[in-house]
């Protein structure tokens, strides 16, 4: 099976999934994994999945998701992603700032009185109004910690593969300063290269 034929076959299935939005619903399994789908991104037919994601540990995945709508880029690389592509398109300077990456506290201690404060919690809205009003998401349930980040690696290098389903014109992820978000046409950077999904894994998909 090609990565085009396997790509068909996860968009026919995840579009059969329930559409959820954002904020994550609590009626979520615990363990899993999520794709995140972008108004006007279509791909087979379909919409386009933009991001396929999961989480480690056990029971996280509410949580996981919970962090795409709060207001913490340090927390969620996809929000900090989502900024960069809006601070990239209009040639702000702040995106500067908004790569900091203020978790430890010697870097809050280092960086945090140079930060315009004002000006991050002006982006974080702008992400989560963007959250609100363009993404939606499917869930499949994966309790198994192995199989589920093997899974989700083999459904991104699929995808990322794929030379059915690119970007629209219109996407954000086209002003990306990340390379790899860009041409790949996904909001990651990870696992773009690795094995794509097999016959096995697929069947797995399927039953879910």
Request: aromatic letters at 6%; charged letters at 25%; a positive charge.
């Amino acid at each position: 099976m090609t990565s085009e034929e396997a790509c068909e076959a996860i968009h026919d299935f995840v579009n059969r999934l329930p559409t959820l939005r954002f904020p994550a619903s609590t009626m979520l399994p615990t363990d899993g994994i999520y794709f995140i789908f972008e108004a006007d991104e279509t791909g087979h037919g379909a919409r386009r999945i933009v991001r396929v994601g999961s989480h480690t540990g056990h029971g996280n995945l509410p949580k996981r998701l919970a962090e795409h709508m709060k207001a913490n880029k340090d927390r969620s690389i996809f929000r900090k992603n989502l900024g960069r592509a809006f601070l990239n398109r209009s040639n702000d300077v702040f995106l500067k700032q908004w790569d900091w990456d203020l978790t430890s506290k010697e870097k809050k201690d280092q960086l945090s009185h140079l930060l315009d404060i004002e000006r991050q919690q002006a982006i974080e809205t702008l992400i989560t109004d963007y959250v609100v009003a363009n993404l939606s998401f499917a869930v499949i349930s994966v309790a198994d910690m192995r199989s589920r980040l093997l899974l989700e690696s083999a459904l991104i290098a699929t995808i990322a593969r794929c030379r059915h389903c690119g970007t629209s014109a219109r996407w954000l992820g086209n002003h990306s300063p990340v390379a790899a978000i860009r041409s790949s046409g996904l909001w990651l950077k990870q696992h773009l290269n690795g094995n794509i999904i097999n016959e096995q894994q697929l069947h797995a998909l399927r039953d879910k």
